[in-house]
């Protein structure tokens, strides 16, 4: 099957770049670009472009170069359909399909959205974008191949007009048949953005408009877990193993519009003052469609309403911010007031019977502020405060509060105290299915409220850093084993500890990642692995005269065995397990890689879940839905500075 496909990823680059002089030998590391001939001979200079040329931003970042270092973590992010380390997931058996989470963590992208917990992992934030600043075009490409028929190709164009403006288009494209019935996936991306910063420098904007669909087959899971786990031949193709869902599939739509500007009425340096002005509008829409009921669902015409057996459910937010900024180099604060529209509603009515809204909606009034302290070029405090109110979705507070400091040369410590109160995710609010027992209005919830501390120490010692987190979790919003939400009554508190490091012998490196985690108290209502680890033994070289660099290595992935939650395909999230769940877990996903740089072309191989050549595949993401089998993974990143 023919699918073409398109998209983005840059990073930051770690190049040397110089001055040359055509007289002159002496290099020096310059600020941009390269001057080839002086003029000497004639009123015309020639430039050429380097590293340091091309650049890209997200919004009220720094800015950073290109990165084409081949460093040891890029074979976890390359060697992903989503191009994104994903340590703390397990992978579904096809690619595009989501994850499993292992570890605990806070997403704000699903505050006051609709956003399904599976249909998250290929979405773009209003963070992720990014804007460039480019001496020439520039393109950049990431291929990787998918499970059976189709492809991921994600790419990237920009280019400057001028030295003020610039803009970007992006398209990622995904399609992967998998290996089980009804596994399709099929995702897309459209991305345009472009900045502008006018020649005296007092006036700034960003935009960017993004399309996303996360497109996905629904298979419920394998039907008979014996005849997976006997290794019967018979079943070596997996298209022979029976599946619970036949005709239903799953679609996300997510788009938004957003434009901010900045500008400076003042001189910065008597009166360091800017307006910042953002508006965006952002609609989610999630579909669970399918050609007739399910019978897995039910066993009786009674268990039905009638209702479409396709539903749909949406949420909008228009969201207009005002600003005002003292913007010194190390003391910045920014306040402001944000206005809101926010819908939340499903697409036909829910049966009469039900008595359930067919919309929510309300307008919020709230507050903005940021803080940015930099100490003798050792300490930095960032802190950030959002606040609005609204009738039909109550109070929003959210804090983030980080300090770094640097206390001996090249050794940094990170702590963090973050709180957030919110309503809980729109998905966990409301549904309307053909399903009885899928139908639900949560009405009157309480804000679901996490306190988050925690920090980090990172050494030179082995390039090592260790971590702790601390959670405490009030009003947990949850979907139980009936896929209904529910709120616990007392809190759930989570703890982490973990940490990195890499030692290395001449040319031989060994990169070992752990986290232990434990939830104390109701630790039925979250359930997870005590332990998530991983290894990368690898050899890094170059080769071809130099002309080339070659990383080769294992890298083995465990979690130990837990009673995980099971997976709703009519939700897309995850739910308590039942009485007929299972325990996953407990078994290494073995992976062995070669990976070659040539100039800033990447080629990543690798053989994936190794193991299960010489070993039964006994390895589960969810319950009832097997971890992929062994597969040759190929993944090229192609940067070109035209």
């Known amino acids: 099957m023919r699918f073409i496909l398109f998209c983005l990823f840059l990073f930051s680059y770690h190049l040397n770049a110089q001055i040359v002089n055509k007289t002159d030998s002496n290099r020096v590391k310059p600020g941009d670009t390269l001057v ?10 020639v430039f050429k472009p380097t590293i340091y040329d091309y650049t890209y931003r997200t919004q009220f970042s720094e800015k950073k170069i290109f990165d084409t270092a081949f460093t040891h973590d890029k074979t976890f992010i390359f060697s992903q359909y989503n191009n994104r380390d994903n340590f703390g997931k397990v992978q579904f058996a096809n690619v595009g399909s989501g994850f499993n989470p292992l570890v605990f963590e806070v997403d704000p992208e699903q505050n006051l959205s609709l956003l399904p917990t599976n249909k998250s992992y290929l979405i773009k934030r209003i ?16 291929y990787h191949n998918s499970v059976r028929n189709g492809a991921v190709l ?19 494209g995904l399609r992967s048949q998998g290996h089980y019935l009804n596994s399709l996936a099929a995702n897309n991306e459209v991305l345009f953005s472009g900045n502008y910063l006018s020649k005296n420098g007092k006036y700034k904007a960003f935009a960017h408009f993004i399309h996303q669909n996360v497109n996905n087959q629904e298979n419920g899971g394998i039907s008979d877990v014996n005849l997976f786990l006997n290794g019967d031949s018979d079943f070596n193709n997996r298209e022979n193993l029976e599946v619970n869902l036949k005709g239903s599939n799953s679609q996300f739509a997510y788009r938004r519009y957003y434009f901010s ?61 005002v600003s005002i900024l003292f913007d010194k180099e190390n003391f910045k604060l920014d306040a402001g007031v944000r206005h809101q529209m926010i819908k939340l509603g499903v697409g036909t009515p829910f049966p009469a019977s039900l008595n359930f809204p067919e919309e929510l909606s ?17 300490v930095a405090l960032n802190s950030n405060l959002e606040f609005s109110s609204g009738k039909e979705f109550g109070s929003f507070i959210r804090s983030q509060n980080l300090i770094r400091f640097e206390p001996i040369p090249d050794y940094f410590v990170n702590g963090k ?93 060994l990169n070992p990642k752990l986290l232990v985690q434990s939830a104390i108290g109701n630790k039925d209502l979250l359930p997870m692995p005590n332990l998530v680890a991983r290894a990368n033994l690898f050899y890094q070289t170059k080769a071809f005269k130099n002309a080339a660099e070659i990383q080769t290595g294992v890298k083995v992935y465990y979690f130990s065995k837990f009673a995980s939650r099971d997976f709703s395909p009519v939700l897309n999230e995850f739910i308590l397990p039942n009485s007929n769940s299972y325990s996953i877990g407990g078994q290494p996903i073995a992976d062995v890689y070669f990976n070659l740089k040539v100039k800033r072309m ?29 597969r040759l993974n190929l993944g090229i990143v192609w940067y070109l500075f035209s």
Request: aromatic fraction near 20%; hydrophobic fraction near 30%.
């Open 36 to 45: 080839v001939d002086s003029g000497f001979k004639d009123s015309l200079k």
């Open 127 to 142: 963070t992720d974008v990014q804007y460039y600043d480019v001496k020439t075009p520039t393109t950049a490409f990431i």
């Open 154 to 172: 994600q790419s990237t164009y920009t280019q400057n007009i001028g030295k003020e403006f610039n803009f970007a288009v992006e398209y990622t």
């Open 261 to 321: 500007q900045e500008f400076k009425p003042f001189n910065s340096e008597k009166f360091p003052f800017k307006i910042r002005h953002t508006i965006f509008h952002q609609g989610n829409k999630y579909f669970y469609n399918q050609s007739s009921p399910e019978p897995y669902y039910f066993t009786d015409g009674l268990e039905l309403y009638d209702y479409p057996s396709y539903s749909k459910k949406y949420s909008k937010n228009l969201s207009n911010t």
């Open 362 to 378: 309300e307008n919020r009034i709230g507050a903005v502020g940021n803080l940015v302290i930099k100490l003798w070029g050792k």
């Open 417 to 509: 105290v973050n709180f957030q109160s919110a309503s809980p995710s729109f998905n966990l609010l409301i549904n309307p299915s053909v399903y009885k027992k899928f139908n639900y209005y949560f009405a009157d919830p309480k804000n679901q409220t996490i306190t988050e501390i925690g920090g980090d120490v990172n050494l030179k010692w082995f390039k090592s850093s260790v971590f702790a987190n601390y959670f405490r979790i009030d009003n947990y919003t949850y979907l139980d084993a009936q896929s209904l939400p529910q709120q616990s009554s007392s809190s759930v508190n989570v703890s982490q500890i973990g940490g990195e490091a890499t030692f290395s012998y001449g040319k031989f490196h």
């Open 602 to 630: 990447f080629f990543f191989v690798e053989a994936q879940h190794l193991n299960t050549t010489f070993m039964k595949n006994k390895s589960f993401t969810a319950p009832y839905y097997p971890l992929y089998d062994f």
